[in-house]
């Protein structure tokens, strides 16, 4: 069974971070679970944990009054979920819902968010990582836009 | 005195042009998708056989409304049977959508570059496809699976605009259902009920199984996909002279004579449609070459 | 070995030729040009007529004297009787549910195999003629039609004793001398009084043609007289283009301002695709008759420079004029090279005279290669 510290060391996400931070971070991490089904969070609410998906299946949803829930993307595992915690007012978007059975690796961004304000260094090596995510999910997200597949000119 | 051309239309016909078409017999048409339909036809003659390469396309005829070019889509260990998948989206292809079992169409090929098969054995096989694009490379597959002991990993990673659009359904749930091939379908917008991948198709890249220092990759489906989908490739490290793709432009004649089909100095139906990414990366990115 | 002519030996010649069922075509005068059609005497040429042609301009006026061929090249090419304008490919009548090509066509045909004599073809033509050959007649698929009408052709050149001032064919290396690709070869001289031909023989069937003709071998002075009439319209050519790394040059310049600049002036209206000797894109038509009972496929010419010309569903690939004139330009200077092993420009200048806006595809070359990289835009900035 390996360590929660191991497995964030092991991550691309925390690579290169130096030891003393990953077990900064451990210290703020814990195992959790979601059914299908269920909610992992929803919009307009509190964020303050992000995660790191292990297992499973997350869909990006959002509610409208006259296509109900639609997804936007989908995650697997690997994958990063929720940058909201970081970024004021800390307030999720959008709703995330595990489609599968999912474990993930809930990180507590309260503390974590508290900790980047007394330690720059840290702050910024978030700050890094997350702009590159942001970007990758952006470039993503454009070409969604293009409607690549669409006949019309 | 005026020189006309009157007798030398006449000796036009005297040689075997390689213009004219040779009658095929729609034996099925299966509806894929709204406007996406599946021709499965056979040479008139008995005793006739087609055969092709996987990558390659035909020139189908309508009679007296137009001829067009389009991938083969079935088996080509299968002499008798030539299949065709296409969208039904201008004159000729939407009368070829009303032609039934008995009806003809008159075919000329098959023309072009196909896929690398030589060159993919022994490798891991990454395919994407592209919507439509899935068509031309449902061949490979065939060929794959039929001598699978020649390759190493194979993946399919197919994107469609929405779950509506996801053509040969049946065929990818039995493939995913094999050991020895990985499927993953991603739509670039979902409707109600659809549990599966959301994003685009190049999303599904950076986490697929296969080893990129080994791999050689096709891809077939829009350009701009082509592009991306070369680029995460790179980016996982496949290697740039490992990647392969189907192009398409306007044809009239499928034999590199009526010039249509210039995609800088390449004649798309004889220099490709299946190119290396190496050989067009530069022009893939130049603006209405 | 060089012979030498009368001017009334030129009649024997397109009478021998007669005599062997060719058809002889020449250049006649019609509608204010000289053009290429059927000749059945040397009246039918345009005798003591010369051109004045600039970019944008033809005119035909009286020359000096009673020259045969004393006159560039007009608004054809004779690209038209080896890949018509117009071509029925085939026909297919319909059966049950099918169709059937119908016998009745190739029967006939078999009675009238076409034989051309070209009588007049220039330098820059032969090497244009050359140029469709290895489009036409040496690829994996040929043209039926272009290589049987090919096989039984029989080309008279003619040396150019004038040339206009929209030719460059020497900067091109295709003249004004004629050095192969023909059956024989005619030099006009017409000076200090004199008027006569030199003639070489090119092949077999030259000779066979030839003998019929009467002639006498020529003297050094009349020989040297001949040199004389190809050199001097070698010094009096104006126009030259730069081909040295070309291919390069424009492969490496595909988002140079020109293009936009250039784009601009031209009219997208195709002069130039038809009346350039070597271009060779074409078309197909479908088409029934009435009763919908017999389809008809035709093969005519088209043009890159039509919108229609790259459109696969969603649209055309290439929109703007400015596109449409760099893909003919690079494909004439640069690709044509990768795929064909040659230039795809002969230097006749027909494009530069009879393109409205009078473009000038020598200049075009030229203000890209004397740019500097400082000028061009960085890429995929869209103006406006």
């Not at chain 1, 691309?12 to 814990?30: M, N, P, W």
Request: glycine share 8%; proline share 4%.
């Amino acid at each position: 069974m390996e360590s929660l510290e191991a497995i964030l060391a092991g991550h691309s996400f925390f690579r290169d971070l130096e030891q003393k931070y990953i077990h900064l971070v451990t210290g703020c991490a814990s195992n959790v679970r979601f059914d299908a089904g269920r909610f992992i969070f929803r919009e307009g609410e509190e964020a303050h944990q992000f995660y790191l998906l292990r297992q499973g299946k997350v869909a990006i949803e959002v509610f409208t009054p006259h296509r109900g829930h639609i997804t936007i993307e989908t995650l697997d595992e690997g994958s990063i979920l929720g940058w909201s915690w970081l970024i004021p007012p800390y307030n999720w978007h959008f709703d995330a819902r595990a489609l599968e059975m999912t474990r993930a690796i809930a990180l507590d961004g309260k503390c974590l968010r508290k900790k980047c304000e007394e330690d720059h260094d840290l702050g910024f090596e978030f700050l890094k990582r997350f702009a590159h995510i942001m970007e990758q999910r952006l470039a993503s997200t454009r070409l969604q836009l293009l409607d690549i597949y669409d006949v019309h000119a | 005195m005026t020189y006309t051309h009157e007798r030398g239309l006449e000796t036009a016909d005297l040689v075997l042009s390689p213009m004219i078409p040779q009658q095929f017999v729609i034996q099925r048409v299966r509806r894929e998708t709204e406007d996406t339909f599946t021709m499965e036809l056979e040479p008139e003659t008995t005793s006739a056989s087609f055969s092709f390469k996987p990558g390659q396309f035909n020139m189908v005829y309508v009679f007296g409304v137009g001829e067009i070019p389009i991938s083969i889509s079935g088996d080509s260990s299968e002499p008798r049977s030539l299949v065709h998948t296409t969208r039904a989206v201008g004159t000729v292809t939407k009368v070829m959508d009303k032609l039934k079992k008995g009806d003809c169409v008159g075919i000329r090929g098959p023309y072009g570059v196909p896929w690398p098969m030589d060159a993919a054995r022994g490798k891991d096989i990454v395919i994407v496809a592209g919507g439509i694009g899935i068509a031309p490379l449902r061949p490979c597959i065939y060929a794959i699976l039929r001598n699978r002991e020649n390759y190493g990993k194979v993946v399919l990673l197919y994107g469609t605009r929405t779950p509506s659009d996801i053509l040969f359904r049946d065929e990818l749930e039995r493939w995913r259902a094999r050991f020895d091939l990985e499927v993953y379908v991603s739509v670039d917008r979902a409707m109600s009920g659809w549990k599966g991948s959301v994003g685009v198709v190049t999303t599904l890249i950076p986490k697929s199984p296969f080893d990129p220092h080994n791999a050689l990759a096709m891809i077939c489906g829009p350009e701009v996909m082509i592009r991306f989908t070369a680029m995460e490739l790179i980016k996982r490290g496949v290697e740039t002279n490992q990647i392969y793709v189907s192009m398409e432009r306007n044809m009239k004649c499928g034999i590199g004579l009526c010039g249509h089909c210039q995609f800088s100095h390449y004649f798309v139906c004889k220099d490709g449609p299946v190119f290396r990414y190496t050989d067009i990366k530069e022009n893939l990115v130049k603006w209405e070459i | 070995m060089l012979f030498r002519i009368e001017t009334s030996a030129v009649q024997s010649l397109i009478e021998a030729l007669r005599q062997r069922k060719y058809n002889v075509i020449g250049p006649i005068r019609r509608g204010g040009a000289i053009v290429y059609d059927q000749i059945a005497s040397t009246n039918d040429l345009p005798k003591g007529w010369t051109d004045e042609q600039r970019p944008g301009q033809y005119r035909l006026r009286k020359g000096d004297d009673d020259r045969f061929f004393g006159f560039a090249v007009g608004p054809q090419s004779w690209k038209q009787f080896l890949f018509p304008p117009t071509l029925k490919l085939f026909s297919v009548d319909r059966n049950g549910k099918g169709f059937a090509v119908p016998t009745k066509n190739r029967e006939s045909a078999q009675a009238r195999p076409e034989q051309l004599a070209f009588f007049g073809v220039r330098s820059c033509e032969l090497y244009a003629i050359a140029a469709q050959d290895k489009i036409f007649g040496s690829g994996e698929y040929r043209d039926p039609y272009y290589t049987e009408i090919r096989k039984r052709l029989f080309i008279v050149a003619v040396n150019c004793s004038t040339s206009a001032d929209t030719c460059f064919c020497s900067s091109m290396g295709t003249g004004p001398k004629a050095k192969n690709g023909y059956d024989l070869l005619l030099t006009e001289v017409a000076a200090n009084g004199a008027h006569f031909f030199t003639v070489e023989v090119g092949s077999p069937a030259g000779e066979n043609i030839f003998k019929n003709v009467p002639h006498v071998p020529a003297s050094a002075e009349e020989s040297k007289s001949a040199e004389l009439v190809v050199s001097k319209t070698a010094a009096g050519m104006k126009r030259s283009m730069d081909t040295s790394g070309i291919k390069e040059l424009l492969y490496a310049n595909s988002e140079h301002p020109e293009w936009e600049k250039v784009g601009g002036r031209c009219l997208s209206c195709a002069n130039c695709t038809m009346v350039c000797p070597t271009c060779f894109c074409s078309t197909v038509e479908d088409t029934t008759d009435l009763s919908g009972s017999r389809a008809t496929r035709t093969r005519t010419w088209d043009s890159c420079f039509t919108m229609a010309f790259s459109y696969i569903h969603g649209g055309s690939v290439r929109t703007s004029t400015k596109s449409r004139y760099r893909q003919w330009m690079t494909h004439k200077l640069a690709s044509w090279i990768d795929q064909f092993g040659t230039s795809g420009c002969v230097g006749c200048g027909r494009c530069i005279t009879w393109c409205p806006v009078g473009i000038d595809i020598t200049d075009e070359a030229r203000v890209i290669r004397e740019s500097t990289s400082r000028e061009r835009e960085p890429q995929n900035t869209k103006e406006k």
